[in-house]
């Protein structure tokens, strides 16, 4: 899984970073930092947070499964 995070759209309301402190960090009053390749421990946290956006800022992305086609 991987975040992206539209930095045009992001309030600074600091939802994510309360929800999930080791991936998310407000850097003064409205920068947001974070890591968008989190570790596995952080997926739940990381779901929990893009929820909890009020301005639906956060996006997480399943990591694409490679299909091996049949007959291969």
């Known amino acids: 899984m991987r975040i ?7 309030q600074g309301y600091a939802q994510c970073a ?3 402190p080791d991936v998310f960090e407000m850097h003064g009053e ?5 890591d968008p ?10 779901r929990r ?3 909890a956006c009020p301005v639906q800022a956060i996006l997480v ?3 694409e499964a490679r299909v091996t086609p049949v007959g291969a």
Do not use: G, K, M, S
């Open 4 to 10: 992206i995070v539209d930095l045009n759209r992001c």
């Open 37 to 46: 390749a989190f570790t596995e421990a952080h997926r739940e946290q990381v």
């Open 49 to 51: 947070a893009a929820a």
């Open 61 to 63: 992305e399943a990591d």
């Open 30 to 34: 409205e920068a947001l930092l974070y």
């Open 18 to 20: 309360f929800l999930a």
